[in-house]
Protein backbone atom coordinates (compact mmCIF):
# COMPACT_ATOMS: atom_id res chain seq x y z
CA UNK A 1 0.00 0.00 0.00
CA UNK A 2 2.46 2.66 0.74
CA UNK A 3 4.79 1.59 -2.02
CA UNK A 4 1.95 2.05 -4.38
CA UNK A 5 1.53 5.60 -2.78
CA UNK A 6 5.01 6.23 -3.16
CA UNK A 7 5.30 5.22 -6.72
CA UNK A 8 2.28 8.41 -7.07
CA UNK A 9 3.63 10.61 -4.79
CA UNK A 10 6.72 10.67 -6.79
CA UNK A 11 5.06 10.91 -10.17
CA UNK A 12 2.72 13.44 -9.35
CA UNK A 13 6.02 15.27 -8.20
CA UNK A 14 7.67 14.85 -11.44
CA UNK A 15 4.68 16.37 -13.32
CA UNK A 16 4.97 19.32 -11.81
CA UNK A 17 8.56 19.94 -12.26
CA UNK A 18 8.54 22.57 -14.62
CA UNK A 19 12.54 22.42 -14.92
CA UNK A 20 14.64 19.36 -15.89
CA UNK A 21 18.70 20.12 -15.63
CA UNK A 22 21.50 17.75 -15.91
CA UNK A 23 25.11 18.87 -14.36
CA UNK A 24 27.88 16.79 -15.55
CA UNK A 25 31.34 16.65 -13.13
CA UNK A 26 34.28 15.49 -13.41
CA UNK A 27 35.48 13.94 -10.08
CA UNK A 28 35.32 14.97 -6.70
CA UNK A 29 37.54 17.81 -7.09
CA UNK A 30 37.16 21.31 -5.30
CA UNK A 31 36.11 22.57 -8.88
CA UNK A 32 33.23 19.70 -9.07
CA UNK A 33 32.29 20.51 -5.43
CA UNK A 34 31.40 24.49 -6.15
CA UNK A 35 29.77 23.64 -9.46
CA UNK A 36 27.53 21.25 -7.43
CA UNK A 37 26.95 24.36 -4.84
CA UNK A 38 26.48 26.89 -6.68
CA UNK A 39 24.26 25.40 -8.77
CA UNK A 40 21.94 24.16 -6.01
CA UNK A 41 22.25 27.47 -4.38
CA UNK A 42 20.60 29.22 -7.88
CA UNK A 43 18.24 26.90 -8.39
CA UNK A 44 16.55 26.50 -4.69
CA UNK A 45 16.79 30.45 -4.70
CA UNK A 46 15.08 31.20 -7.70
CA UNK A 47 13.31 28.04 -8.79
CA UNK A 48 12.42 26.79 -5.40
CA UNK A 49 10.73 23.34 -6.01
CA UNK A 50 10.09 23.38 -9.59
CA UNK A 51 13.23 21.86 -10.75
CA UNK A 52 14.75 18.51 -11.26
CA UNK A 53 18.79 18.29 -10.85
CA UNK A 54 20.38 15.49 -12.34
CA UNK A 55 23.96 15.10 -11.82
CA UNK A 56 26.14 12.60 -13.42
CA UNK A 57 30.21 12.35 -12.39
CA UNK A 58 31.69 11.54 -16.05
CA UNK A 59 34.65 9.35 -14.28
CA UNK A 60 32.22 6.86 -13.46
CA UNK A 61 30.26 6.97 -16.75
CA UNK A 62 32.28 8.30 -19.38
CA UNK A 63 29.85 6.98 -22.28
CA UNK A 64 27.26 9.96 -20.80
CA UNK A 65 30.13 12.46 -22.26
CA UNK A 66 30.63 10.88 -25.31
CA UNK A 67 26.55 11.01 -25.75
CA UNK A 68 26.34 14.19 -25.08
CA UNK A 69 29.59 15.67 -26.93
CA UNK A 70 31.13 17.01 -23.90
CA UNK A 71 34.39 18.58 -23.69
CA UNK A 72 34.35 21.22 -21.27
CA UNK A 73 33.10 20.29 -17.57
CA UNK A 74 31.68 21.11 -15.96
CA UNK A 75 28.68 22.24 -17.97
CA UNK A 76 24.91 22.31 -16.80
CA UNK A 77 22.59 21.52 -19.73
CA UNK A 78 18.57 22.68 -19.23
CA UNK A 79 17.02 20.03 -20.75
CA UNK A 80 13.44 20.85 -19.55
CA UNK A 81 11.64 23.47 -20.77
CA UNK A 82 13.14 23.81 -24.63
CA UNK A 83 15.26 25.19 -26.03
CA UNK A 84 17.76 23.35 -24.82
CA UNK A 85 20.44 25.46 -22.89
CA UNK A 86 24.52 24.77 -22.04
CA UNK A 87 26.37 26.92 -19.42
CA UNK A 88 30.07 25.83 -18.78
CA UNK A 89 31.49 26.79 -15.65
CA UNK A 90 30.96 26.62 -12.00
CA UNK A 91 28.67 28.75 -12.05
CA UNK A 92 29.79 31.74 -9.52
CA UNK A 93 27.79 34.57 -11.45
CA UNK A 94 24.14 33.74 -10.66
CA UNK A 95 22.83 36.32 -12.74
CA UNK A 96 24.84 35.49 -15.64
CA UNK A 97 23.29 31.85 -15.03
CA UNK A 98 20.00 32.89 -14.82
CA UNK A 99 20.35 34.92 -17.68
CA UNK A 100 21.28 32.20 -19.71
CA UNK A 101 18.42 29.64 -18.52
CA UNK A 102 15.75 32.61 -19.46
CA UNK A 103 14.70 32.81 -16.17
CA UNK A 104 13.70 35.89 -14.78
CA UNK B 1 85.28 12.60 -33.09
CA UNK B 2 83.94 13.71 -29.62
CA UNK B 3 80.61 15.00 -31.59
CA UNK B 4 80.39 11.80 -32.85
CA UNK B 5 80.12 10.63 -29.66
CA UNK B 6 78.46 12.81 -27.88
CA UNK B 7 75.67 12.62 -30.77
CA UNK B 8 75.28 8.91 -30.77
CA UNK B 9 75.42 8.51 -26.72
CA UNK B 10 72.12 11.67 -26.82
CA UNK B 11 70.64 9.38 -29.49
CA UNK B 12 71.02 6.11 -27.55
CA UNK B 13 69.03 7.71 -24.36
CA UNK B 14 66.19 8.40 -26.56
CA UNK B 15 64.01 5.98 -27.91
CA UNK B 16 62.45 7.43 -31.23
CA UNK B 17 59.42 6.73 -33.32
CA UNK B 18 59.44 6.32 -37.17
CA UNK B 19 57.19 8.56 -39.23
CA UNK B 20 57.87 6.93 -42.28
CA UNK B 21 58.40 10.43 -43.88
CA UNK B 22 60.36 10.43 -46.65
CA UNK B 23 63.74 12.54 -45.33
CA UNK B 24 62.10 13.29 -41.69
CA UNK B 25 63.95 10.76 -40.34
CA UNK B 26 66.96 11.20 -41.51
CA UNK B 27 67.06 14.48 -40.73
CA UNK B 28 65.91 13.76 -36.94
CA UNK B 29 67.96 10.73 -36.42
CA UNK B 30 64.95 8.49 -36.07
CA UNK B 31 61.85 10.30 -36.28
CA UNK B 32 60.09 11.70 -33.64
CA UNK B 33 60.75 11.40 -30.05
CA UNK B 34 58.22 8.17 -28.68
CA UNK B 35 55.87 8.69 -25.79
CA UNK B 36 56.31 12.70 -26.19
CA UNK B 37 54.11 15.32 -26.93
CA UNK B 38 55.62 16.83 -30.06
CA UNK B 39 54.27 20.54 -31.59
CA UNK B 40 54.16 21.21 -35.29
CA UNK B 41 53.70 25.01 -36.02
CA UNK B 42 52.92 26.61 -38.69
CA UNK B 43 50.35 29.26 -40.78
CA UNK B 44 47.70 27.83 -42.88
CA UNK B 45 48.56 25.78 -45.10
CA UNK B 46 51.87 24.99 -44.63
CA UNK B 47 51.34 21.08 -44.01
CA UNK B 48 50.67 20.48 -40.39
CA UNK B 49 47.86 18.64 -40.73
CA UNK B 50 48.65 16.81 -43.75
CA UNK B 51 52.10 15.65 -41.83
CA UNK B 52 50.51 14.76 -38.90
CA UNK B 53 48.03 12.12 -40.91
CA UNK B 54 50.76 10.55 -42.08
CA UNK B 55 52.72 9.94 -39.33
CA UNK B 56 49.41 8.13 -37.75
CA UNK B 57 48.65 5.91 -41.25
CA UNK B 58 52.45 5.30 -41.51
CA UNK B 59 52.18 3.63 -38.04
CA UNK B 60 49.48 1.64 -38.81
CA UNK B 61 50.69 0.73 -42.54
CA UNK B 62 54.41 0.64 -41.59
CA UNK B 63 55.23 0.43 -37.56
CA UNK B 64 52.64 -2.05 -36.17
CA UNK B 65 51.56 1.44 -34.21
CA UNK B 66 47.65 2.11 -34.02
CA UNK B 67 46.20 5.81 -33.58
CA UNK B 68 44.08 8.16 -32.73
CA UNK B 69 43.53 11.10 -34.77
CA UNK B 70 41.36 14.03 -33.24
CA UNK B 71 40.50 17.43 -35.68
CA UNK B 72 38.73 20.29 -34.47
CA UNK B 73 38.89 21.60 -37.48
CA UNK B 74 35.53 21.99 -39.67
CA UNK B 75 36.60 19.85 -42.88
CA UNK B 76 37.43 16.45 -41.49
CA UNK B 77 35.67 14.52 -44.04
CA UNK B 78 37.58 16.14 -47.12
CA UNK B 79 40.89 14.72 -44.69
CA UNK B 80 39.77 11.10 -44.85
CA UNK B 81 39.01 11.69 -48.91
CA UNK B 82 42.12 12.65 -49.66
CA UNK B 83 44.11 10.57 -47.77
CA UNK B 84 42.01 7.77 -49.37
CA UNK B 85 43.51 8.03 -52.31
CA UNK B 86 46.71 7.30 -51.50
CA UNK B 87 48.68 3.87 -50.56
CA UNK B 88 45.93 3.78 -47.25
CA UNK B 89 42.77 1.66 -46.54
CA UNK B 90 41.35 3.91 -44.54
CA UNK B 91 38.01 1.89 -44.40
CA UNK B 92 40.21 -1.06 -43.61
CA UNK B 93 41.57 0.67 -40.45
CA UNK B 94 38.82 2.20 -39.40
CA UNK B 95 36.82 -1.02 -39.30
CA UNK B 96 39.60 -3.53 -37.95
CA UNK B 97 40.48 -0.20 -35.23
CA UNK B 98 43.81 0.28 -36.05
CA UNK B 99 42.50 4.04 -36.44
CA UNK B 100 40.51 6.22 -34.90
CA UNK B 101 39.02 9.20 -36.50
CA UNK B 102 36.87 11.60 -34.97
CA UNK B 103 35.86 15.36 -35.39
CA UNK B 104 35.10 16.80 -32.21
CA UNK B 105 32.96 20.23 -32.14
CA UNK B 106 33.96 22.55 -29.45
CA UNK B 107 32.28 25.11 -30.08
CA UNK B 108 28.95 22.98 -31.43
CA UNK B 109 26.55 24.41 -29.04
CA UNK B 110 25.85 28.13 -27.72
CA UNK B 111 28.52 27.61 -24.84
CA UNK B 112 27.59 30.10 -22.17
CA UNK B 113 30.22 30.36 -19.74
CA UNK B 114 30.06 31.34 -15.59
CA UNK B 115 33.03 30.67 -13.60
CA UNK B 116 35.80 28.34 -14.10
CA UNK B 117 36.24 25.41 -15.66
CA UNK B 118 38.35 22.70 -18.15
CA UNK B 119 38.84 20.79 -20.84
CA UNK B 120 38.54 17.72 -18.60
CA UNK B 121 35.75 15.93 -21.31
CA UNK B 122 38.67 16.01 -23.82
CA UNK B 123 40.68 14.35 -21.89
CA UNK B 124 38.17 11.59 -21.21
CA UNK B 125 37.28 11.37 -25.14
CA UNK B 126 40.89 10.83 -26.11
CA UNK B 127 41.10 7.97 -23.15
CA UNK B 128 38.27 6.43 -24.56
CA UNK B 129 39.72 6.21 -28.14
CA UNK B 130 43.29 5.21 -26.89
CA UNK B 131 41.95 2.54 -25.21
CA UNK B 132 39.31 1.51 -28.05
CA UNK B 133 42.31 1.08 -30.79
CA UNK B 134 45.39 0.15 -28.10
CA UNK B 135 47.27 2.80 -29.57
CA UNK B 136 50.25 3.92 -29.53
CA UNK B 137 50.28 7.52 -31.54
CA UNK B 138 47.87 10.74 -31.58
CA UNK B 139 47.45 13.31 -33.06
CA UNK B 140 44.99 16.75 -31.92
CA UNK B 141 44.77 19.31 -34.61
CA UNK B 142 45.08 22.05 -33.49
CA UNK B 143 45.17 24.10 -30.54
CA UNK B 144 44.01 27.06 -31.91
CA UNK B 145 40.38 25.49 -32.75
CA UNK B 146 40.54 23.10 -29.85
CA UNK B 147 40.79 26.56 -27.50
CA UNK B 148 39.20 29.27 -30.06
CA UNK B 149 35.95 29.51 -28.15
CA UNK B 150 37.43 29.20 -24.41
CA UNK B 151 38.71 31.65 -22.01
CA UNK B 152 42.54 32.71 -22.89
CA UNK B 153 43.23 32.62 -19.14
CA UNK B 154 42.59 28.98 -18.39
CA UNK B 155 44.27 28.45 -21.90
CA UNK B 156 47.84 28.15 -20.04
CA UNK B 157 47.09 25.91 -17.32
CA UNK B 158 44.83 23.48 -19.79
CA UNK B 159 47.86 23.27 -22.47
CA UNK B 160 50.33 22.55 -19.96
CA UNK B 161 47.65 19.93 -18.17
CA UNK B 162 46.88 18.66 -21.55
CA UNK B 163 50.98 18.04 -22.54
CA UNK B 164 51.52 16.09 -18.81
CA UNK B 165 48.34 14.42 -19.25
CA UNK B 166 49.63 12.91 -22.40
CA UNK B 167 53.21 12.35 -21.42
CA UNK B 168 51.82 10.08 -18.80
CA UNK B 169 49.70 8.18 -21.40
CA UNK B 170 52.53 6.94 -22.93
CA UNK B 171 52.01 7.82 -26.12
CA UNK B 172 53.68 9.68 -28.85
CA UNK B 173 51.84 13.18 -29.66
CA UNK B 174 51.40 15.68 -32.27
CA UNK B 175 49.61 18.75 -31.83
CA UNK B 176 49.12 21.61 -34.30
CA UNK B 177 49.15 25.00 -33.69
CA UNK B 178 49.66 28.32 -35.41
CA UNK B 179 52.41 30.52 -35.50
CA UNK B 180 52.10 33.52 -33.78
CA UNK B 181 53.27 37.47 -34.39
CA UNK B 182 54.84 37.82 -30.85
CA UNK B 183 55.52 34.01 -29.25
CA UNK B 184 55.75 31.04 -31.62
CA UNK B 185 52.28 29.89 -31.26
CA UNK B 186 49.57 32.31 -32.10
CA UNK B 187 48.12 31.39 -28.60
CA UNK B 188 51.23 32.89 -27.37
CA UNK B 189 51.96 29.26 -25.36
CA UNK B 190 55.13 28.42 -24.27
CA UNK B 191 56.86 25.98 -26.59
CA UNK B 192 58.63 24.35 -23.62
CA UNK B 193 55.86 22.01 -22.53
CA UNK B 194 56.57 20.36 -26.18
CA UNK B 195 59.65 17.76 -26.15
CA UNK B 196 59.86 18.29 -30.10
CA UNK B 197 58.79 21.72 -32.08
CA UNK B 198 58.91 21.58 -35.56
CA UNK B 199 57.90 24.90 -37.92
CA UNK B 200 56.20 24.40 -41.16
CA UNK B 201 56.23 27.04 -43.50
CA UNK B 202 55.28 27.83 -47.07
CA UNK B 203 56.71 31.44 -48.29
CA UNK B 204 56.77 33.20 -51.51
CA UNK B 205 60.29 34.45 -52.46
CA UNK B 206 60.90 36.06 -56.00
CA UNK B 207 57.68 34.64 -56.46
CA UNK B 208 58.59 31.23 -55.86
CA UNK B 209 56.84 29.45 -53.10
CA UNK B 210 58.70 27.04 -51.49
CA UNK B 211 57.92 24.96 -48.53
CA UNK B 212 60.48 24.64 -45.74
CA UNK B 213 60.70 22.06 -42.61
CA UNK B 214 62.70 23.68 -39.53
CA UNK B 215 63.29 21.55 -36.18
CA UNK B 216 63.05 24.19 -33.78
CA UNK B 217 63.91 22.02 -30.96
CA UNK B 218 64.44 18.58 -29.80
CA UNK B 219 65.19 17.77 -26.49
CA UNK B 220 67.82 15.32 -25.80
CA UNK B 221 68.63 14.40 -29.34
CA UNK B 222 70.89 15.87 -31.78
CA UNK B 223 68.74 17.14 -34.69
CA UNK B 224 70.00 19.23 -37.68
CA UNK B 225 69.71 22.92 -37.39
CA UNK B 226 68.75 23.82 -41.10
CA UNK B 227 65.36 24.99 -43.13
CA UNK B 228 64.79 21.86 -44.97
CA UNK B 229 62.41 23.00 -48.59
CA UNK B 230 60.35 19.59 -48.89
CA UNK B 231 58.03 19.02 -51.66
CA UNK B 232 54.44 18.38 -50.82
CA UNK B 233 52.36 16.61 -53.85
CA UNK B 234 49.10 13.94 -53.67
CA UNK B 235 51.68 11.19 -52.71
CA UNK B 236 53.18 12.41 -49.13
CA UNK B 237 55.50 14.49 -48.12
CA UNK B 238 59.33 14.55 -49.76
CA UNK B 239 62.14 16.09 -47.19
CA UNK B 240 65.42 16.46 -48.63
CA UNK B 241 68.30 16.23 -46.45
CA UNK B 242 71.46 18.27 -48.03
CA UNK B 243 73.79 16.22 -50.89
CA UNK B 244 76.49 16.35 -48.21
CA UNK B 245 74.90 14.54 -45.65
CA UNK B 246 74.38 10.97 -45.43
CA UNK B 247 71.76 9.91 -48.17
CA UNK B 248 73.23 6.43 -49.86
CA UNK B 249 71.78 5.94 -53.13
CA UNK B 250 72.29 2.36 -54.60
CA UNK B 251 75.60 3.27 -57.41
CA UNK B 252 75.19 1.49 -60.53
CA UNK B 253 77.60 0.80 -62.89
CA UNK B 254 74.89 -0.03 -65.91
CA UNK B 255 75.40 2.14 -69.08
CA UNK B 256 72.35 4.26 -71.24
CA UNK B 257 73.43 5.02 -75.34
CA UNK B 258 72.98 8.43 -76.17
CA UNK B 259 71.59 7.32 -79.31
CA UNK B 260 74.40 9.07 -80.91
CA UNK B 261 77.11 6.62 -81.53
CA UNK B 262 79.97 8.98 -81.52
CA UNK B 263 79.20 10.70 -78.51
CA UNK B 264 78.75 7.15 -76.90
CA UNK B 265 82.45 6.59 -77.83
CA UNK B 266 83.63 9.55 -76.33
CA UNK B 267 81.95 8.22 -73.60
CA UNK B 268 84.11 5.21 -72.89
CA UNK B 269 82.54 4.00 -75.70
CA UNK B 270 79.41 3.06 -73.41
CA UNK B 271 77.40 5.90 -73.01
CA UNK B 272 76.00 7.76 -70.04
CA UNK B 273 75.58 6.13 -66.71
CA UNK B 274 71.90 5.19 -66.03
CA UNK B 275 69.91 7.13 -63.39
CA UNK B 276 72.74 10.11 -64.05
CA UNK B 277 71.95 13.47 -64.66
CA UNK B 278 73.21 15.34 -67.58
CA UNK B 279 72.81 18.39 -68.68
CA UNK B 280 73.18 20.24 -72.11
CA UNK B 281 74.12 24.07 -72.61
CA UNK B 282 74.84 26.03 -75.22
CA UNK B 283 73.02 28.68 -77.09
CA UNK B 284 69.84 29.35 -79.04
CA UNK B 285 69.93 27.31 -82.17
CA UNK B 286 72.82 25.18 -81.77
CA UNK B 287 70.79 22.00 -81.27
CA UNK B 288 70.38 21.17 -77.60
CA UNK B 289 66.57 20.02 -78.57
CA UNK B 290 68.06 17.61 -81.36
CA UNK B 291 70.60 15.79 -79.15
CA UNK B 292 67.71 15.22 -76.28
CA UNK B 293 65.39 14.06 -79.20
CA UNK B 294 67.14 11.57 -80.87
CA UNK B 295 68.22 10.41 -76.72
CA UNK B 296 64.67 10.02 -76.57
CA UNK B 297 64.58 8.03 -79.58
CA UNK B 298 66.81 5.42 -78.63
CA UNK B 299 65.29 5.08 -75.35
CA UNK B 300 61.66 4.14 -76.85
CA UNK B 301 63.44 2.31 -79.11
CA UNK B 302 64.04 -0.17 -76.88
CA UNK B 303 60.81 0.30 -75.25
CA UNK B 304 61.75 1.92 -72.28
CA UNK B 305 59.54 4.88 -71.39
CA UNK B 306 60.13 8.51 -71.85
CA UNK B 307 59.08 11.55 -70.30
CA UNK B 308 59.88 15.01 -72.11
CA UNK B 309 59.22 17.98 -70.31
CA UNK B 310 58.92 20.93 -72.51
CA UNK B 311 58.72 24.65 -71.24
CA UNK B 312 59.15 26.26 -74.15
CA UNK B 313 58.27 24.95 -77.77
CA UNK B 314 55.00 22.92 -77.61
CA UNK B 315 55.20 19.30 -78.11
CA UNK B 316 53.93 19.47 -81.60
CA UNK B 317 56.02 22.14 -82.60
CA UNK B 318 59.01 19.84 -81.27
CA UNK B 319 57.77 16.34 -83.38
CA UNK B 320 57.78 18.67 -86.40
CA UNK B 321 61.18 20.28 -85.79
CA UNK B 322 62.24 16.81 -85.25
CA UNK B 323 61.17 15.59 -88.05
CA UNK B 324 62.31 18.00 -90.50
CA UNK B 325 65.68 16.21 -89.41
CA UNK B 326 64.80 12.92 -90.01
CA UNK B 327 64.06 12.30 -86.23
CA UNK B 328 60.33 10.79 -86.25
CA UNK B 329 59.21 10.75 -82.76
CA UNK B 330 55.68 10.45 -83.38
CA UNK B 331 55.52 6.58 -83.55
CA UNK B 332 56.32 6.81 -80.24
CA UNK B 333 53.73 8.95 -78.68
CA UNK B 334 51.30 6.65 -80.10
CA UNK B 335 52.94 3.62 -78.93
CA UNK B 336 52.97 5.42 -75.52
CA UNK B 337 56.37 4.94 -74.86
CA UNK B 338 56.66 8.87 -75.39
CA UNK B 339 55.09 11.04 -73.07
CA UNK B 340 54.85 14.75 -72.93
CA UNK B 341 54.74 17.36 -69.59
CA UNK B 342 54.29 20.88 -71.32
CA UNK B 343 53.77 23.48 -69.48
CA UNK B 344 54.24 27.19 -69.51
CA UNK B 345 56.94 28.27 -67.09
CA UNK B 346 55.91 31.72 -66.13
CA UNK B 347 52.10 30.31 -65.41
CA UNK B 348 53.33 28.02 -62.37
CA UNK B 349 56.58 28.00 -60.03
CA UNK B 350 59.15 25.43 -59.97
CA UNK B 351 57.95 23.52 -56.70
CA UNK B 352 54.12 23.35 -58.75
CA UNK B 353 55.72 21.72 -61.93
CA UNK B 354 57.72 19.56 -59.70
CA UNK B 355 54.68 18.14 -58.48
CA UNK B 356 53.33 18.17 -61.70
CA UNK B 357 55.92 15.83 -62.88
CA UNK B 358 56.14 13.86 -60.34
CA UNK B 359 52.34 12.96 -60.68
CA UNK B 360 53.69 11.66 -64.15
CA UNK B 361 56.32 9.86 -62.89
CA UNK B 362 54.41 7.81 -60.61
CA UNK B 363 51.72 7.29 -63.83
CA UNK B 364 53.85 6.24 -66.30
CA UNK B 365 57.13 5.06 -64.82
CA UNK B 366 59.91 6.21 -67.10
CA UNK B 367 63.42 5.46 -67.30
CA UNK B 368 64.33 8.96 -68.81
CA UNK B 369 63.26 12.40 -68.26
CA UNK B 370 63.93 15.36 -70.53
CA UNK B 371 63.95 19.09 -68.98
CA UNK B 372 63.92 21.12 -72.08
CA UNK B 373 64.97 23.74 -70.94
CA UNK B 374 65.33 24.17 -67.56
CA UNK B 375 66.60 27.56 -68.20
CA UNK B 376 62.92 29.04 -68.48
CA UNK B 377 61.84 28.26 -64.90
CA UNK B 378 64.33 30.37 -63.46
CA UNK B 379 63.10 33.45 -64.63
CA UNK B 380 64.02 35.88 -61.14
CA UNK B 381 68.15 34.81 -61.98
CA UNK B 382 70.29 33.17 -59.51
CA UNK B 383 68.95 31.42 -56.36
CA UNK B 384 69.81 29.27 -53.73
CA UNK B 385 65.94 28.71 -53.47
CA UNK B 386 66.36 27.33 -57.01
CA UNK B 387 69.52 25.63 -56.58
CA UNK B 388 68.53 23.25 -53.78
CA UNK B 389 64.94 22.66 -55.32
CA UNK B 390 66.49 21.26 -58.20
CA UNK B 391 69.38 19.61 -56.23
CA UNK B 392 66.47 18.22 -54.47
CA UNK B 393 64.94 16.94 -57.52
CA UNK B 394 67.73 15.61 -58.83
CA UNK B 395 68.05 13.61 -55.60
CA UNK B 396 64.28 12.44 -56.20
CA UNK B 397 64.95 11.09 -59.46
CA UNK B 398 67.86 9.60 -58.38
CA UNK B 399 66.26 7.11 -55.46
CA UNK B 400 63.96 6.47 -58.58
CA UNK B 401 66.59 5.60 -60.73
CA UNK B 402 65.32 7.87 -63.61
CA UNK B 403 68.28 9.64 -65.92
CA UNK B 404 67.60 12.47 -66.75
CA UNK B 405 68.38 15.07 -69.10
CA UNK B 406 68.78 18.83 -69.04
CA UNK B 407 68.81 21.14 -72.06
CA UNK B 408 69.82 24.76 -70.45
CA UNK B 409 70.00 27.72 -72.98
CA UNK B 410 72.94 30.38 -72.87
CA UNK B 411 72.87 33.67 -74.22
CA UNK B 412 76.06 34.70 -74.02
CA UNK B 413 78.98 32.19 -75.83
CA UNK B 414 80.61 31.24 -72.70
CA UNK B 415 79.10 29.12 -69.63
CA UNK B 416 81.54 31.63 -67.70
CA UNK B 417 79.89 34.66 -68.59
CA UNK B 418 76.17 33.28 -68.34
CA UNK B 419 74.08 33.89 -65.12
CA UNK B 420 71.51 31.70 -65.75
CA UNK B 421 73.50 28.68 -65.75
CA UNK B 422 72.95 28.80 -62.08
CA UNK B 423 75.49 26.20 -61.00
CA UNK B 424 73.57 23.63 -62.83
CA UNK B 425 76.87 22.16 -64.47
CA UNK B 426 78.73 21.39 -61.08
CA UNK B 427 75.53 19.25 -60.15
CA UNK B 428 75.15 17.57 -63.02
CA UNK B 429 77.17 13.96 -63.92
CA UNK B 430 77.97 14.52 -67.30
CA UNK B 431 77.93 18.02 -68.98
CA UNK B 432 77.86 18.86 -73.05
CA UNK B 433 78.29 21.84 -74.05
CA UNK B 434 77.52 23.11 -77.94
CA UNK B 435 79.14 26.47 -78.94
CA UNK B 436 78.63 28.63 -81.64
CA UNK B 437 81.64 28.66 -83.78
CA UNK B 438 82.53 28.98 -87.53
CA UNK B 439 83.44 26.69 -89.83
CA UNK B 440 84.51 28.38 -93.44
CA UNK B 441 82.45 31.28 -92.78
CA UNK B 442 79.59 29.37 -92.30
CA UNK B 443 78.08 29.10 -88.46
CA UNK B 444 78.30 25.80 -86.84
CA UNK B 445 78.42 24.30 -83.56
CA UNK B 446 81.11 23.15 -81.69
CA UNK B 447 80.56 19.83 -79.36
CA UNK B 448 82.10 19.50 -76.17
CA UNK B 449 81.70 17.07 -73.22
CA UNK B 450 82.66 19.15 -70.72
CA UNK B 451 82.62 16.75 -67.40
CA UNK B 452 81.21 12.58 -67.10
CA UNK B 453 81.89 11.32 -63.56
CA UNK B 454 83.09 8.38 -63.17
CA UNK B 455 84.61 7.84 -66.50
CA UNK B 456 87.56 8.33 -68.57
CA UNK B 457 85.97 10.89 -71.40
CA UNK B 458 87.26 12.04 -74.71
CA UNK B 459 87.99 15.44 -74.40
CA UNK B 460 88.22 16.54 -78.41
CA UNK B 461 86.11 18.86 -79.33
CA UNK B 462 83.53 17.99 -82.11
CA UNK B 463 81.87 19.43 -84.64
CA UNK B 464 77.84 19.15 -84.25
CA UNK B 465 75.87 18.52 -87.63
CA UNK B 466 72.40 17.71 -88.17
CA UNK B 467 71.44 16.48 -91.35
CA UNK B 468 68.77 13.92 -92.67
CA UNK B 469 69.33 11.38 -90.28
CA UNK B 470 69.73 13.26 -87.35
CA UNK B 471 72.62 14.48 -85.58
CA UNK B 472 75.78 13.64 -86.44
CA UNK B 473 79.07 14.59 -84.63
CA UNK B 474 82.38 15.24 -86.81
CA UNK B 475 86.06 15.10 -85.69
CA UNK B 476 87.04 19.28 -86.00
CA UNK B 477 90.07 17.74 -88.36
CA UNK B 478 87.75 16.09 -90.67
CA UNK B 479 85.56 18.59 -91.66
CA UNK B 480 87.98 21.62 -92.06
CA UNK B 481 90.12 19.78 -94.47
CA UNK B 482 87.29 18.89 -97.30
CA UNK B 483 83.95 18.99 -96.21
CA UNK B 484 81.63 21.90 -97.63
CA UNK B 485 78.74 23.85 -95.71
CA UNK B 486 75.48 24.92 -96.77
CA UNK B 487 72.39 26.50 -95.61
CA UNK B 488 69.50 24.09 -95.89
CA UNK B 489 66.46 25.40 -96.40
CA UNK B 490 64.93 24.65 -92.33
CA UNK B 491 68.84 27.12 -91.40
CA UNK B 492 70.25 24.12 -90.25
CA UNK B 493 73.54 23.50 -90.82
CA UNK B 494 74.85 20.80 -93.32
CA UNK B 495 77.72 19.21 -94.13
CA UNK B 496 77.52 17.85 -97.67
CA UNK B 497 79.74 14.75 -97.80
Known sequence: MSKNNRLLVDVKNKTEKEYFFELFIYKNTLLSKNAINNVKLILNKYLKNKFQLKITDVDKLPEAAIKE????????????????????GDFTNPKKVLKYLLIN | MKNTVQKNQMNEKLEKSKTGIFGFDDITFGGLPKSRPTLIVGGIGSGKTFMSMLFILNGISDFKENGVFMTFEERSDELITNFSNLKYDITDYLEKKNLYFEHL??????????????????????????????????????????????????????????????????????ITAEVGDVYLTRLGLEENVADCVIELSNRITNQISTRRLRILKYRGSYHANNEYPFILDMNGIYIFPLATQSYNFEITTDRISSGISKLDEMLENKGFYLGSSIL?????????????????RSICNVNKICLYCAFEEAPNQILRNMKSIGIDLEKFTQDKLL?????????????????????????????????????NLMTEGPSSDIRSMLTRFIDYLKTKKITVMFNAAITIGTIATNPSDEGISSMVDTWLMLEDTKINNKRASSFYVMKSRGMNHSKNEMIFLLNENGVELLEKN????????????????????
Open chain 1, 69 to 88: DILIMPILIKRNPKPEIRII
Open chain 2, 105 to 174: HIGQYELHESGKYNIEGLFVRIEQAIKLTNAKRIVLDSLDTLFSNLDISLLRSEFKRLFSWLKEKNITAI
Open chain 2, 280 to 296: ISGSAGTGKTSIAATFS
Open chain 2, 339 to 375: HFYYARPSLQNLELHFMGIKEMINQINPSVIILDPIT
Open chain 2, 478 to 497: AIQNNKVIKENKNSHTIAEI
